[in-house]
Each structure stands twice: as structure tokens, then as C-alpha cells.
T-cell receptor
Framework: DAGVTQSPTHLIKTRGQQVTLRCSPK?????VSWYQQALGQGPQFIFQ???????QRGNFPDRFSGHQFPNYSSELNVNALLLGDSALYLC???????????FGPGTRLLVL | GDSVTQMEGPVTLSEEAFLTINCTYT??????LFWYVQYPGEGLQLLLK?????DKGSNKGFEATYRKETTSFHLEKGSVQVSDSAVYFC????????????FGKGTRLSVIA
């Protein structure tokens, strides 16, 4: 049984560019949450998708957007990248919005 | 709002030493509590969880007890190994599912042989 997978593993972008990160949930999981983990910090919640809709959102600007597909996979898009967007982006999936979350290995984004 | 406070690291222990990482929380209602572990260069792995007061979560020799009276969920292990070296995160979520996971800042553990 495959766990949560994310792609790409690493990414380098320059300021002002746009980036798309992808996540495939564990088999049977229908809910995907995204977190940003800055160096030396705990993960911070960005948003959660369930039934192809954004269900909750953390304190992140509109430059951060997402999508969930009918197969429950998800994308995180970040526009107009800033240096401060450099972080590890973690995807977590769960059997429902209030169930235990299981994390993927993350995508490490570096903005130059 | 909800928050989690962990003891600051880094924590350095010799192999076979006893480990305690303190975690306290602030939350309305009765949250579920979690410990996640992050090995170098990897994502987070769920280590253990507890969903109600006095529950004890345990896994791989680690354990933590949900103490409502002291709003704590301290992580313990009787005998650490070098392979336990990682960053440990305490986290909570509203049991109703209306809030996302809220994490502490993490505690880095280094175990030396």
C-alpha cells in the first residue's frame, strides 16, 4: 500500500515565478491538507481539500491556491514567489477531514 | 487560539538513556493529541496519538499519556537508540475536525553511542 507521495522532491525557482506542487494521497484517503515548514520550525497549515473544495484555510495570502481532482490527488500553486516562500511543503492525507493525517516526504522549494 | 508548547532543544543523550520531551497545550474543548517524528531529510511520520483524557499512546517503545488536568502530553522512552535521533513534534487537532493540526516548534534529539 503506497503512502502519500509528492512531486517533485526538490525545486529551485526565482522570485516572481509560479510553482505547482503535486500530492497523491494514501489509497482510500479522500482529504488532503497542505502545510509549509520553514527551516527550524513546525509545519504551518495552508489549506485542506475535501470533495474537491477548499474546506479550511490557514493564514496564507491568496498567492497560495490549490485544487483537488476527482481521484483525490491535489495540487498546491504559489504565484509571484517571494524569498520567504522557501520551505518544505508537506502534504498530508486522511480518511476524512477530522481523521488522523499521514504525511508525505515533502517538496523542498528554494526561491532565489 | 489553540497552541502547543514544547521543550526547546536540542536534547543530547547517550544510548540507553531515558528520554522525556515535554509538551503542553492550550485548546478549547477536548483535542486529540499527537507526536510526529521527522528524520533528517524526510517528511513527518505519525509516532503515536491519544484522543481522550488518560489515554496512553505507544509505539516503538515511545509512549505519552494525555493529561487533561495538566494539559500535557509528554513523550517518554525508557532506552533511546542512535536511530531515534530526529526532530519530534507535538501536535493537536480539534476532535470535531473543525481545526487543522497545530504543531509545536519541534525538539531535536541527538543520541550518541
Amino acid at each position: 500500500d503506497a503512502g502519500v507521495t509528492q512531486s517533485p522532491t526538490h525545486l529551485i525557482k526565482t522570485r516572481g515565478q509560479q510553482v505547482t506542487l503535486r500530492c497523491s494521497p494514501k489509497s482510500g484517503h479522500d482529504t488532503v491538507s497542505w502545510y509549509q515548514q520553514a527551516l527550524g520550525q513546525g509545519p504551518q497549515f495552508i489549506f485542506q481539500y475535501y470533495e474537491e473544495e477548499e474546506r479550511q484555510r490557514g493564514n496564507f495570502p491568496d498567492r497560495f491556491s490549490g485544487h483537488q481532482f476527482p481521484n483525490y490527488s491535489s495540487e498546491l500553486n504559489v504565484n509571484a514567489l517571494l524569498l520567504g516562500d522557501s520551505a518544505l511543503y508537506l502534504c498530508a492525507s486522511s480518511l476524512g477531514p477530522s481523521e488522523t493525517q499521514y504525511f508525505g516526504p515533502g517538496t523542498r522549494l528554494l526561491v532565489l | 487560539g489553540d497552541s502547543v508548547t514544547q521543550m526547546e532543544g536540542p536534547v543530547t543523550l547517550s544510548e540507553e538513556a531515558f528520554l522525556t520531551i515535554n509538551c503542553t497545550y492550550t485548546a478549547t474543548g477536548y483535542p486529540s493529541l499527537f507526536w510526529y517524528v521527522q528524520y533528517p531529510g524526510e517528511g513527518l511520520q505519525l509516532l503515536l496519538k491519544a484522543t481522550k483524557a488518560d489515554d496512553k499512546g505507544s509505539n516503538k517503545g515511545f509512549e505519552a499519556t494525555y493529561r487533561k488536568e495538566t494539559t500535557s502530553f509528554h513523550l517518554e522512552k525508557g532506552s533511546v537508540q542512535v536511530s531515534d535521533s530526529a526532530v519530534y513534534f507535538c501536535a493537536l487537532s480539534d476532535s470535531s475536525g473543525n481545526t487543522p493540526l497545530v504543531f509545536g516548534k519541534g525538539t531535536r534529539l541527538s543520541v550518541i553511542a
